[in-house]
C-alpha cells in the first residue's frame, strides 16, 4: 500500500466516490453479462464487494487455470512535480507467435552505414527570416566560392535552417567563423551574413549499438545526421513539402478545380528498425496552385467559363470567395519585361482599378490620389483590358501597393494547404489511388530513377542504399467470433464469424436490440423532392429491416412534418419533447450539405438531450436494404442497445478482471486557420463486452496536441463506469490517436501522470494497472504480399488481420504494425501500434490479439475498421463537438466544422459561431460542447 498523497495532490476525502452506488434505472434490461466480468472460458467471476469507503476491492477470484495473477501495486504515489522522474517506453515483451505465416515486402530499403564520426556545425544567417531555399542558396554560394578554403574538396550536407555536417571537421576548430555571401538579385545583389561553428561529433557507432540491441536509448543526432544526409540533393532538385518532394508535373496533368492541380512525388524518411537503419520510401501526392495568369485563376474559383463573361465589377460574395483563395498566395508581375518580381497577396480590393485610388507621389514633391487604371496608363503605357475588376493588394498593407490582376501571374510550386472541397479530394482519389501490387511497381520505379547511390552526397559520406524492398515475415491473426441476439422464439445465441475482416447480419437479431415506441420523422427536404409517399414507403421498409434486426420500430411515427431552415429545428423539438415525454427518436430527413445537420446535433445532444438519426433524402427517395440495416445499427445503440458482443469464452486473459478501454483523441481546425479551439475527446468502455462507451470532451488551446484536462476526464469516465457495472476497474486500457513520434515523451509525461493522478483523486491506494498504446495512421509504411496468391479482392492488398512486428519495427521498444481492416480501393494502410507503458504485462501476442478483437467491435458497421473502436470513437466524438460549436445564427459559414477558406462551408451557407466575442470565450465554448446528461448516457456520436 502506499502512504496518503500529499495534500498538493488536490486529492478529495478518500472513497467519497466508489461508495456503492444505485444502479441506474434504464429503459429496459441490459444482458447481465453486461454488469460482470467473464474469465476467458466464460465462467462469471464473483463480483468484487465494493468495501468500506477508501478500501480498494478485494482480489478477484483464482479464475481458471493458466489466469493472470492479479495486478500488483505497480503504480508508484506521484512524488511533487520537481522530483518526478521521466517515463521510458518499455522493453519489447517478446515476439508474436499467433496466426498463420505470411511472407511480405515493406517499403524500407536497407542502408549500408558507415563507420567512425560526422561532425555537426551550426549555421546562423542574416538576415535570418529566409526560406529554407533560398538559406541552401547562400550555403551552395559559399561552398563553391570558398574564399577561406574551408572546405577543400569536401561537399558539407545543409538542412535549410541551422544544421550542416561534413564527413571530416573543418579547419577551424572550436572557434566561430564569419563570411560574406553575395547572390545576384532581381535589380540589386543581396549580402547575407553567415557564420558557422563546430557543434559535436556525431558517432555512428552509438546508432550501430542501439540497432543491435546493446543500448536502449536510440542516438537522434545520428538519426538526424544521416536524414540531412539523404535529404540534401532532393531537397535541391525538387519542391520539399514535410517530409516529401515534389516536382511540376510531366507527361501527366490532374486538374483539380479551383486553380488547383495534382502534383506526384516521394516520401522519404529515415527509421531505425532491428539490426538496420531503413529508408522507408513512398509514392505520394498533394494539391498545388496551378502556374497561370491570375484573371483565368479568378475564372476557375468563382466558376465563370469565360473572362469575357464578367463583364461587371465581382458581386460582394464573388469578392470574398476570391480573396479566401488567392490572399496569401504569391504571384509575380509581368508588365516589367524581364524583372519579374514576386508578392504575396494580403487583400482584394473593394473597388475595381477604374476607382481604386492610391496617394502617388509626383516629381514635384506634392501627392496627388492617382487611379490605378491611370497610373499603368500613365506610367507603363498599358491601358487595361479589365478596369472593371478589382486589384490585388500585395507586400505589407500599411504600403497601399495595389496590381490590377491582369498584370499578375500565379507563381508556380505552391502548396495548397487549405482544406479541399469534397469534389476536389473526389478527384484527388480517383488520381492517386493505386492497387497494392500498382503501388509496389511505382515504388520500386522510383527508387530506381532517383538512384540513391549515385547521389554525389550520399557517396561523399559513404553511404548506399539496398535497391529492393525489404521481405518481413508477418502473421495473420485469427479473427474473434462476433455474438449476436437469438431469434424470436428461439434461445440460441447466433454466432457470426468474419471472413476477410466482413461478416453479415442477415437471418440474425442484435444482442440487446430497443423497443422503439414512439417517434417521429421532421423532413426538412422540400416536399418537391421528398413526397409524402417516399417518406411513408421509407418508414415501411425501415420498420421490416429493424425488426428483422431485433429492434422493432412500432407504428407509425407520432409526428410527420415539413420543415425549411435550421431555425425551426430547435421550437420544433421542444414541442416534440414537450407533447410526447416518451418520445425515443426523432429521424431527421436532410436535402443534402446543409446547416440543419449542425443545429440538429447541437438541439438534441446538447440542449435537449433527444436522439436524433439524420438520412439524406436520396436515401429515402430510394431505399435499399443495406442503408436501412446501416442506420439501425446507430438507432440501436443511440438508444442504449447493444448490436454484438464479442464471444466471451474467446477474449484474451485482460478481461479475467474488470478493465475499462479508453480511447483519447485531439483533433485540430483545418490548416490555415489559426484562431479556433483544438478538441480534445475520451471515450470509455462502460461493459465486459466492451461494446457501450461513454464520452467525454473539451475544448483546449489552438494545436494543443497534449491533452490539458485529462485528469478530470478520466476521473468521470471511471466514476461512470462504476455506476454503470458496480465496479472499480483493475487495469487501464488506454488508446491514444493524434500522436506524432516527436510528441510521444511529452505526451507520455503529462498523460500518464494525469491518469494516475484521477485514480488516487477518486480513492487513496487505487492503482489499477496502466498500458498506454500510442495509435498511428499517418505513416507511409505498406505491406505487399510476396506472394500473388495471398492477395485479397481485386485491390490486390493483404489480408485482414496481418501483423508485423519484427524487422521493420523498433530495435528495442514495443510496437507492432496490424492491418486490421479489408481494403477496397487503393493500397492498404496498417496502424502503427507503439506502447508508450504498460503495467499490466502484456505480451506481444496477447496486445495484438486484443488489438485486432477491439476492431471488430465498432458498432456502425459489420466491418474490421483499420484502428481499435475506442480510439475510432474519440474521434467520431471530437468530429461531433465540432458542431456544437456551431452556434444557431446563419449569416456567415466562417464557424462551421467543414469551414474551409475556399468558401462556403463544406455543409453549405452554413451555421456559425455567434458573432459576439462573448461566445468565443473559453467557457462559452466549453458549455457549449458539453452534452445533456440524457445524451450522455448512451453513445449519441454513432
Not at 478500501?55 to 500488483?72: D, E, H, M, S, Y
Not at 475482416?501 to 417521429?520: L, N, S, Y
Not at 472499480?728 to 510521444?744: L, M
Not at 505513416?779 to 496468391?789: M, S, V
Request: proline letters at 8%; one cysteine or more; a positive charge.
Amino acid at each position: 500500500m502506499f502512504q496518503p498523497p500529499s495534500s498538493g495532490l488536490g486529492v478529495g476525502p478518500p472513497g467519497r466516490v466508489f461508495e456503492p452506488v444505485k444502479p441506474i434505472i434504464r429503459a429496459f434490461e441490459f444482458d447481465r453479462d453486461a454488469l460482470t466480468f467473464m474469465t476467458t472460458n466464460g465462467e462469471k467471476c464473483p463480483p468484487v464487494p465494493p468495501g468500506p469507503p477508501g478500501v480498494p476491492p478485494g482480489p478477484p477470484g483464482p479464475g481458471p487455470p493458466g489466469a493472470r495473477p492479479p495486478i500488483p501495486n505497480l503504480v508508484p504515489m506521484m512524488p511533487p512535480a520537481h522530483e518526478q522522474a521521466e517515463f521510458t517506453c518499455p522493453s519489447r515483451p517478446n515476439h508474436g507467435t499467433e496466426g498463420r505465416a505470411i511472407m511480405l515486402r515493406a517499403n524500407h530499403f536497407q542502408i549500408c552505414m558507415p563507420r567512425g564520426h560526422i561532425h555537426h556545425y551550426d549555421v546562423s544567417i542574416v538576415p535570418d527570416k529566409c526560406p529554407r531555399r533560398v538559406n541552401r542558396e547562400i550555403i551552395e554560394t559559399m561552398v563553391q566560392v570558398d574564399t577561406k578554403k574551408l572546405f577543400i574538396g569536401q561537399k558539407p550536407v545543409f538542412d535549410g535552417r541551422k544544421n550542416m555536417y561534413t564527413r571530416d571537421p573543418l579547419p577551424i576548430g572550436r572557434d566561430k567563423i564569419e563570411l560574406e555571401v553575395t547572390l545576384p538579385g532581381e535589380g540589386k545583389d543581396r549580402v547575407f551574413n553567415t557564420s558557422l561553428k563546430w557543434v559535436a561529433q556525431v558517432s555512428l557507432y552509438a546508432l550501430e549499438e542501439a540497432l543491435e540491441g546493446r543500448t536502449r536509448s536510440i542516438p537522434l543526432d545520428a538519426i538526424q545526421a544521416l536524414d540531412v544526409v539523404m535529404r540534401h540533393m532532393p531537397s535541391m532538385m525538387y519542391t520539399p513539402v514535410g517530409r516529401s518532394f515534389f516536382s511540376q508535373p510531366e507527361g501527366y496533368y490532374h486538374p483539380l478545380g479551383g486553380g488547383r492541380e495534382v502534383w506526384f512525388g516521394f516520401h522519404q524518411s529515415v527509421r531505425p528498425s532491428q539490426w538496420k537503419m531503413m529508408l522507408n520510401i513512398d509514392v505520394s501526392a498533394t494539391a498545388f496552385y496551378k502556374a497561370q495568369p491570375v484573371i483565368e485563376f479568378m475564372c476557375e474559383v468563382l466558376d465563370v467559363k469565360e473572362i469575357s463573361e464578367q463583364k461587371r465589377p465581382l458581386t460582394d460574395s464573388q469578392r470574398v470567395k476570391f480573396t479566401k483563395e488567392i490572399k496569401g498566395l504569391k504571384i509575380e508581375i509581368t508588365h516589367c519585361g524581364q524583372m519579374k518580381r514576386k508578392y504575396r497577396v494580403c487583400n482584394v480590393t473593394r473597388r475595381p482599378a477604374q476607382t481604386q485610388t492610391f496617394p502617388l507621389q509626383l516629381e514635384s514633391g506634392q501627392t496627388v490620389e492617382c487611379t490605378v487604371a491611370k497610373y499603368f496608363l500613365d506610367k507603363h503605357r498599358k491601358r487595361l483590358l479589365y478596369p472593371h475588376l478589382p486589384c490585388l493588394q500585395v507586400g505589407q498593407e500599411h504600403r497601399h501597393t495595389y496590381l490590377p490582376l491582369e498584370v499578375c501571374n500565379v507563381v508556380r510550386g505552391q502548396r495548397c494547404i487549405k482544406k479541399l472541397t469534397d469534389m476536389q479530394t473526389s478527384t484527388m482519389i480517383k488520381a492517386t489511388a493505386r492497387s497494392a501490387p500498382d503501388r509496389e511497381k511505382e515504388i520500386n520505379n522510383l527508387v530506381h530513377k532517383v538512384n540513391f547511390n549515385e547521389d554525389p552526397y550520399m557517396q561523399e559520406f559513404g553511404i548506399s542504399i539496398n535497391s529492393t524492398m525489404t521481405e518481413v515475415k508477418g502473421r495473420v491473426l485469427p479473427p474473434p467470433k462476433i455474438q449476436y441476439g437469438g431469434r424470436s422464439g428461439f434461445q440460441t445465441k447466433q454466432q457470426a464469424i468474419p471472413n476477410q475482416g466482413v461478416w453479415d447480419m442477415r437471418g440474425k437479431e442484435f444482442h440487446t436490440g430497443v423497443e422503439i415506441r414512439t417517434w417521429a420523422i421532421a423532413c426538412f427536404a422540400p416536399q418537391r423532392t421528398c413526397r409524402e409517399e417516399a417518406l411513408r414507403n421509407f418508414t415501411a421498409q425501415l420498420q421490416k429491416i429493424s425488426s428483422d434486426a431485433g429492434m422493432p420500430i412500432l407504428g407509425q411515427p407520432v409526428f410527420c412534418k415539413y420543415a425549411t431552415g435550421p431555425e425551426q429545428v430547435e421550437p420544433m423539438f421542444r414541442y416534440l419533447k414537450n407533447q410526447w415525454q416518451e418520445l425515443q427518436l426523432v429521424v431527421v430527413v436532410l436535402p443534402g450539405k446543409t446547416p440543419v445537420y449542425a443545429e440538429v446535433k447541437r438541439v438534441g445532444d446538447t440542449v435537449l438531450g433527444m436522439a436524433t438519426q439524420c438520412v439524406q433524402a436520396k436515401n429515402v427517395n430510394k431505399t435499399s436494404p443495406q442503408t436501412l440495416s446501416n442506420l439501425c445499427l446507430k438507432i440501436n445503440v443511440k438508444l442504449g442497445g447493444v448490436n454484438n458482443i464479442l464471444v466471451p469464452s474467446i477474449r484474451p486473459r485482460v478481461f479475467n478482471e474488470p478493465v475499462i478501454f479508453l480511447g483519447a483523441d485531439v483533433t485540430h481546425p483545418p490548416a490555415g486557420d489559426n484562431k479556433k479551439p483544438s478538441i480534445a475527446a475520451l471515450v470509455g468502455s462502460m461493459d465486459a463486452h466492451p461494446s457501450r462507451y461513454a464520452a467525454t470532451v473539451r475544448v483546449q488551446h489552438h494545436r494543443q496536441d497534449i491533452i490539458q484536462d485529462l485528469g478530470n476526464m478520466v476521473k468521470e469516465l471511471l466514476v461512470q463506469f462504476y455506476k454503470a457495472t458496480r465496479f472499480k476497474p483493475s487495469r487501464i486500457v488506454f488508446y491514444r490517436d493524434g500522436v506524432s513520434e516527436g510528441q510521444f515523451m511529452p505526451v507520455l509525461q503529462h498523460e500518464l501522470r494525469a491518469v494516475r493522478h484521477a485514480c488516487m483523486m477518486l480513492e487513496v491506494g487505487y492503482q489499477p494497472g496502466i498500458t498506454f498504446i500510442v495509435v498511428q495512421k499517418r505513416h507511409h509504411t505498406r505491406l505487399f504480399c510476396a506472394d500473388k496468391r495471398e492477395q485479397i479482392g481485386r485491390s490486390g492488398n493483404i489480408p485482414a488481420g496481418t501483423t508485423v512486428d519484427v524487422g521493420i519495427t523498433h530495435p528495442t521498444e514495443f510496437d507492432f504494425f496490424l492491418c486490421s481492416h479489408a481494403g477496397i480501393q487503393g493500397t492498404s494502410r496498417p496502424s502503427h501500434y507503439h506502447v508508450l507503458w504498460d503495467d499490466n504485462h502484456f505480451t506481444a501476442d496477447e496486445l495484438q490479439q486484443l488489438t485486432y478483437q477491439l476492431c471488430h467491435t465498432y458498432v456502425r458497421c459489420t466491418r474490421s475498421v483499420s484502428i481499435p473502436a475506442p480510439a475510432y470513437y474519440a474521434h467520431l466524438v471530437a468530429f461531433r463537438a465540432r458542431y456544437h460549436l456551431v452556434e444557431k445564427e446563419h449569416d456567415s459559414s466562417k464557424y462551421s466544422p467543414g469551414y474551409s477558406e475556399e468558401g462556403a462551408s463544406e455543409y453549405g451557407e452554413g451555421s456559425h459561431l455567434s458573432g459576439s466575442s462573448e461566445d468565443r470565450t473559453p467557457a462559452s465554448m466549453a458549455r457549449a460542447v458539453q452534452v445533456h446528461q440524457d445524451a450522455g448516457r448512451v453513445m449519441y456520436f454513432a
